[in-house]
């Protein structure tokens, strides 16, 4: 069983859309080619998957609100071998504001990177690659 970080909140697969009205739907992957992190990964995945999204209108979409009252459910798919590791607080810090939701799955990938250097970390050669989706609403 893995232990969350008391400030994320992870819940379950069946309850992640039903809370939410979707203004906003993205996804990418991440990845920690030396030094086998998945939170490196996931925070990699999460970026990539907002940085390049503007909703201007967020204020006139969002009632009695604006940016503060947005929730973002975040889907992460990590490979199971690296889910220890995780660190959502670490995550969350991507979202620059809005409520935080993590559901975590089973997923991503391991791939070998063909060289393990120990003075980036390195304890094997693998990659590890975590896949996110993040569902922007209110």
Not at 45 to 69: H, M, T, V, W
Not at 93 to 122: C, H, T, W
Request: aromatic share 6%; net charge negative; proline share 5%.
């Amino acid at each position: 069983m893995m232990v969350y970080p008391s400030s994320c909140l992870v819940i379950r697969h069946e309850s992640l859309f039903q809370m939410i009205e979707c203004s906003s739907l993205n996804w990418d992957l991440g990845n920690d080619s030396h030094g086998q992190s998945s939170t490196k990964a996931a925070v990699r995945a999460c970026r990539n998957s907002i940085e390049f999204n503007s909703i201007p209108s967020i204020q006139r979409l969002i009632p009695d609100g604006g940016y503060e009252k947005l929730k973002l459910d975040v889907l992460l798919a990590v490979p199971p071998k690296y889910q220890s590791g995780l660190d959502l607080d670490e995550v969350a810090k991507v979202f620059p504001y809005g409520n935080v939701r993590f559901e975590l799955q089973d997923g991503g990938m391991v791939a070998p990177s063909g060289i393990a250097i120990e003075r980036l970390g390195d304890v094997n050669d693998d990659m590890v690659v975590v896949c996110a989706s993040v569902t922007v609403g209110h």
